[in-house]
């Protein structure tokens, strides 16, 4: 294995004796085989580039394995296009070429983002920090973006051992840095890896910085145009002083400290799927006051392998399961589990029936602003110039909650970096309190700006400590919020679509309703359709267009007659769509609970149905 020209070793292939035959020198691939003939010469012409001496020897030499077995469809989604950044950053698979993640695209992002940053913030000391999570190769990513920086003499607080995201995100407006990367692909599959960008207030970046960031990146078409020889004298290595800071930001947020002195017994159940919220989600229950942690040990240690689980995501029930067991084992008030880089957080809790089961992300986030509008209440913090923010595929519930507290509610894209956005446009005016978006992703307080599951496994410790103390059981509090505000019930579908014929699908799924919106689903009438891409509202039944106050955006929303509303939303990094359905109806008591829950169920599974999406 060759040493990678920006320090460290790196391998896109399972075999480390394998070489590039002949000389070291410049060639130009052979395509002789018929099976590549397919491939477009945008393509044979970026491979081209990728077999040239500047990039190294394994890198070459796995393009090389591909030309020579005739893989066109594995070259195709290598080189059919560059990475690009969507609402979670720069995502992909591991490996050689244009549409990879590797130590190439890494650096030339990275140079990309240093050009706009000098552009943007000119005659100006400019910092960023830089962090990484568990996974294969984030450690060696990290160093090679921190590289660049410094190279490009940019001073770097750069994380000397795994943290989480938003540790990342407060560290960007701890240190008054102008942006932040960390490496991580929050919890997909053990071959992805990513590279999330940040501007100066600590939030993903937005319109025009991250288009703007993209045309720099462009510019970028070769590693001969990185400055790639870091300067160590920039590089400012930190860890427990950003630890200590952020920590004692999510222990001021806590609002029952009483209720957890009476409850420190809570049993919890905490799962870090091998990833990075093992270092700080047991100090903060600790700090909090929590005596009763117990932590799954087989999945305690950091591993970008995750040898325990098929997908590290904990909205998944097999990645809880182990969690699960132990929670059995030891009869739990909770279980929780956060995901690789620790910004999404997985509860479970038990039933009537006594069994346990995971809520989905719209009913941890319905808890969370339920226990947080009733603890501001209850303490008089809640003086009418407070808000809560959701996004538009997420439960509408919520907007009727914050209504009956007396706080505004925002609704926004999906994305954090939008809700980032909604509290960055109110500083000073409005009070934030809690956001969350479907997702499993939840933010308490405004210190940090992106979803944070550090902050959120806190609070959530907290919020079933207080229903304990008033003699509830985390679906107790449920059932009531239920009753208050009626039952709504969520569900999501996600279409895979892999590779440039994939994305295509999608983008034709998509016309087609835009063509030819539903009449009816379900069996009831459609109202309205809003269409985010056109920034527009159509009342189907008048024919009037109101115009939608968002960024563009490619999601469509069918609103029916009653009350359904059922989302399609092409993701931003993943080659995949989700399908959002949201129904609701009255719950007249907890007796009823089953049955309207049944009637929900039998509901979304008829829109399913009408859509062909079973």
């Known amino acids: 294995m060759k040493s990678s020209p920006f320090g460290g070793l790196f391998s896109f292939n ?54 020579d077995e005739g893989n066109e469809t594995e070259l195709t989604d290598a080189f059919y296009r560059n990475l690009e950044f969507g609402t979670g950053g720069l995502r992909g698979v591991m490996g050689a070429g244009t549409n990879r993640i590797n130590v190439y695209t890494v650096a030339m992002a990275t140079q990309g983002l240093c050009n706009y940053l000098k552009k943007s913030f000119a005659d100006t000391e400019i910092s960023v920090a ?64 990513g590279y999330k960008a940040y501007w100066d207030d600590g939030a993903q970046m937005v319109s025009p910085h991250d288009k703007n ?58 799962s870090s799927l091998h990833g990075t919220g093992i270092t700080l989600v047991p100090k903060i229950l600790e700090r909090l006051g929590f005596t009763n942690v117990h932590i799954v040990q087989e999945q305690a240690t950091p591993d970008g392998n995750f040898p325990t689980v098929v997908y590290p995501n904990p909205e998944e029930t097999e990645a809880m399961t182990m969690a699960l067991q132990k929670a059995n084992e030891i009869d739990a008030d909770l279980v929780m589990a956060t995901d ?63 209504q009956a507290y007396g706080v505004k509610c925002f609704n926004t894209l999906t994305g954090f970096k939008y809700i980032a956005g909604v509290i960055r446009e109110n500083e000073g005016k409005l009070k934030f309190i809690v956001g969350g978006e ?30 304990k103390d008033k003699g509830q059981s985390l679906f107790d509090m449920l059932i009531e919020i239920y009753g208050k505000f009626g039952f709504y019930k969520e569900d999501l579908i996600s279409i895979t679509k892999k590779g440039k014929t994939g994305a295509e699908e999608i983008q034709e799924m998509m016309a087609g309703y835009r063509q030819n919106p539903p009449k009816s689903i379900a069996g009831s009438e459609v109202v309205e359709m809003l269409d985010y891409k056109e920034s527009e509202k159509l009342d189907l039944r008048t024919g009037m267009r109101s115009p939608i106050l968002m960024e563009k955006s490619n999601v469509l929303q069918f609103i029916t007659a009653d009350g359904s509303k059922i989302s399609a939303r092409p993701s931003g990094t993943e080659p995949k769509i989700k399908f959002y359905f949201s129904v609701n109806a009255p719950l007249s008591g907890p007796e009823a609970y089953k049955e309207t829950d049944r009637i929900l169920s039998e509901k979304i599974k008829a829109i399913t149905k009408d859509l062909n999406l079973n």
């Open 438 to 467: 479907e997702s499993y992703g939840y933010l308490i307080g405004d210190f940090v700006r992106d979803k944070d599951a550090i902050a959120s496994c806190a609070m959530i410790a907290e919020l079933v400590a207080y229903a």
């Open 213 to 270: 960031t993209i045309l720099e990146v462009a510019k970028i078409s070769s590693p001969s145009q990185v400055n790639m020889i870091g300067n160590p004298n920039l590089l400012v290595p930190v860890l427990e002083e950003v630890d200590e800071a952020y920590l004692s930001r999510i222990e001021g947020s806590s609002v029952s400290p009483e209720v957890i002195s009476r409850q420190k017994d809570l049993r919890i159940v905490y």
């Open 130 to 193: 830089v962090a990484h999570d568990s996974r294969n190769n984030s450690p060696l990513f990290a160093r090679t973006t921190a590289d660049v920086f410094t190279a490009n003499g940019i001073k770097v607080y750069f994380f000397t051992e795994l943290r989480p995201t938003p540790e990342l995100s407060f560290a960007i407006r701890h240190f008054g840095c102008k942006s932040g990367v960390v490496l991580t692909a929050s919890h997909n599959p053990r071959e992805y890896n």
């Open 340 to 402: 690789p880089d620790a910004d999404r957080v997985g509860l479970g809790l038990k039933n009537p029936d006594g069994n346990w089961q995971l809520l989905n992300g719209n009913q941890i986030s319905t808890l969370l602003v339920y226990y947080m509008l009733n603890a501001w209440k209850d303490s008089g913090r809640i003086l009418g110039n407070e808000m809560i923010i959701k996004t538009i595929v997420t439960t509408d519930i919520q907007d009727r909650m914050a």
């Open 14 to 67: 399972e075999n480390p004796d394998l070489q590039l035959a002949g000389p070291q020198a410049t060639f130009i691939p052979y395509f002789k085989d018929y099976t590549l003939m397919a491939l477009t010469s945008e393509i044979q012409d970026r491979i081209a580039h990728w077999l040239k001496p500047e990039f190294d020897s394994e890198t070459r030499a796995s393009i090389q394995k591909l030309l």
